[in-house]
């Protein structure tokens, strides 16, 4: 979806009178014409926009800019802020971390209100009204709507000053994660990241928790139309400095139990240990892969990740619905080993909810690409948390190309109750390193390297 011309198109609620006096004041702004108002209720919005959700583009204003890139709702009203007269201060304020999370608030509250809002020397229709005159309208109290640039003071005003607050409480009382940013990432990858934590978190919540139990599924497609396998495994991490973590079989007849205590791997089979090292080695990356994972967001405060900004953009279309404006960020680890120090993530963090929306890889050592898709965020002991997670095969542009696997994260619960007798009488088995993310062998199912060990359950099929 493109404009047809080299000029931004706003699309907006053209029934609203509220929305049409805000219309008039924007275009008051803009003599070069830069922008050009469509009501949504254009027959030719059809045409030149074919596939847009009508439902989400009457609650949120959609913007197309004249580079293809697309934004909604107070992002939309950002990147108009850039080009109108005497208004790019206001763009520029998005910047201050907090401020595009407060914004986003207010938009949503004023868009879902805009019918009861008094219009000045207009009619605001009111969906489904009985009694007001036709086509369910109904006149507003006379008088003038407040000057637009007050009225955007007036709404990026608080934000502005709690922000303000936040930083000279920061200078007073030396902030442990802006510190650790800050020694990490560059100012705008830490602002888009302080952004994120605050959609997650906050972070004070996350690291009051001491641990964390779940059941994890996993359905392996491997670019096939049906899962190949599926596996179910109860997961127990411990949150602490030793960095413990548990995974056990929920499924098949030999379930296997991995455990990993500081530098220590233990896997055991049906009971059996597992000594052979040609049967760890997909043991070790899974249960590696799958705490980092789980992980995310905080997992970018390791003290070797390095967050680079990367620009904004919109990601491919994941669905029908268009992809939100992102902040990207790349995370890269000085840890890594020869073989994957060019190993790179890019995080689609969204610029409307500060949640991950995708993380885009690649893997240097085969030079394939992935891409994961997060969605269906819940809110367990105040941390919120993408119970599914979707990994597509991809290319360099992050196109969503065929499904690879599914995860997706139950019962989840903080401050569980178990303790150090989960990994007590370890045998230490084959000794692990912890630099960055692992490099996941290219199988699923049990937690065991495939080829080896009980046969495949045939429930799992």
Known sequence: MTAAAARYVALYDGDCGFCTRWRDRMMARDPQGLVEWLSLHDPSVAARFPGIDRDDA???????????????GAQGWRELFRVLQGLSWAAALYRIPGVPFVM???????????????????????????????????????????????????????????????????????DPLSERLEAI???????????????????????????????????FYGGQKDPQAVSRQTHRLDLGPLARSFAQDLEGDAPQVVRVAGDSLEVRRAGVPVLDPAQLDFPRAFIRIARWSFLLPWDLLDPEARLQYRGERTP??????????????????????????????????????????????YRAEDRTYSVVLW?????????????????????????????EAVVEYSGVHFDAPFGDEVWSGMTATAPITTAGPPSLPAAAGPLQAPGTGAPPDDSTK
Request: with cysteine; hydrophobic share 35%.
């Open 58 to 72: 009457l609650r949120q204003m959609y913007v197309f800019a004249p580079d293809g890139s697309f934004y909604k």
């Open 104 to 174: 986003d608030r207010v938009y949503r509250y004023i868009a879902a209100r805009r019918y009861r809002l008094s219009c000045a020397n207009s009619a605001c229709r009111t969906p489904g009204a009985a009694g007001t005159g036709p086509a369910g309208r109904r006149k507003s109290p006379q008088g003038r709507g407040p000057h637009a640039a007050a009225v955007v003071v007036a709404i990026l005003l608080p934000p502005c000053l709690a922000a303000g607050s936040s930083v000279a409480c920061a200078a007073r009382d030396p």
């Open 185 to 219: 990432a560059d100012p705008d990858a830490e602002a888009a990241v302080i952004a994120s934590f605050a959609s997650y978190g906050p972070y004070s919540v996350w690291r009051a928790h001491h641990n964390v139990e779940y059941t994890y599924r996993l359905e």
């Open 316 to 361: 491919p279309m994941a669905s029908r619905v268009p992809s939100d404006l992102c902040d990207v960020v790349r995370l890269t680890f000085e840890g890594q080993d020869e073989s994957r120090r060019d190993d790179w993530h890019d995080i689609y963090i969204s610029r409307v909810n500060h949640l991950i929306d995708r993380i885009h890889s």
């Open 375 to 403: 969605s269906d965020h819940l809110t367990f002991g105040g941390v919120r948390i993408a119970t599914r997670r979707e990994t597509h095969a991809t290319d360099v542009t992050g196109e969503i190309g065929a499904l």
